[in-house]
């Protein structure tokens, strides 16, 4: 695909439950990020892999949050032992690099409903 | 706490009127300053973007004013559309990080 893809588009799952985001970003950009929209919120930052160097997990609310990134390509967002302030809407972005006046790309985002 | 502050949070113009989003940052190490649009169920996409090397960036009705000294960014939408209407955030990057503001949820009235 010519875009960023992130699968589910949309997620409910009950609370306590484990949960697994997927972000496929456009083929060849080295830089990944995850961000979380909530209702009539920004966009706020939760990890950047960039390479192969460590990822920024600054962002990262809480340890029940992590994220890997395969083969410097796919990456999974797991949320452990979901809460209901974690339903949100999760973006992944993707760019070719970590230069300035680079675009980032964004996917359409996984819903996240906890119940 | 926020890197770049975004107002208003939300916007209501009437079809044909000038649309105004202020945006301002602190880190002087910020050198590229994108705002991106998103539309409901779908992902931010970029809009237009500044370096700090200009004072301002128009393309077609979307115009972005850049005040380096004053620390301060904003967007301009001449003659506004329905079709405009969406979500608006602006952003601050430098090499590895995207710093977006809170958004602003823009309404054009017909």
């Known amino acids: 695909g010519a875009g960023v893809s992130q699968s589910p588009s949309n997620k409910v799952t009950e609370k306590g439950k484990d949960v697994e985001l997927r972000c496929d970003p456009i083929?060849?950009?080295?830089?990944l990020y995850w961000y979380r929209q909530s209702l009539g919120q920004g966009l706020e930052f939760l990890i950047y892999f960039q390479g192969n160097s460590a990822p920024d997990k600054s962002g990262l609310p809480s340890d029940r949050f992590s994220a890997e990134r395969t083969g410097g390509s796919v990456s999974t967002l797991t949320i452990q032992r979901t809460q209901q302030e974690d339903s949100a809407v999760y973006l992944c972005?993707?760019?070719?690099?970590?230069?300035?006046?680079?675009?980032?790309?964004f996917g359409q985002g996984t819903r996240l409903t906890v119940v | 706490q926020q890197q770049v502050k975004q107002s208003p949070q939300s916007l209501i113009v009437q079809k044909g009127g000038i649309s105004i989003i202020n945006c301002a940052y602190e880190n002087t190490a910020f050198d590229y300053f994108p705002w991106y649009q998103q539309f409901p169920g779908k992902g931010p996409a970029l809009l237009i973007a500044?370096?700090?090397?200009?004072s301002e960036k128009k393309e077609g009705r979307f115009t972005i004013s850049f005040n380096k000294s004053a620390k301060q960014f904003s967007l301009h939408i001449m003659d506004s559309q329905p079709g405009d209407s969406a979500t608006y955030f602006c952003a601050a990057s430098r090499p590895g990080q995207f710093y977006f503001g809170t958004g602003t949820s823009l309404t054009v009235i017909p």
């Open positions: 083929s060849g950009h080295t830089a």
């Open positions: 500044i370096r700090p090397d200009v």
């Open positions: 972005a993707s760019s070719s690099n970590t230069g300035g006046d680079t675009e980032a790309f």
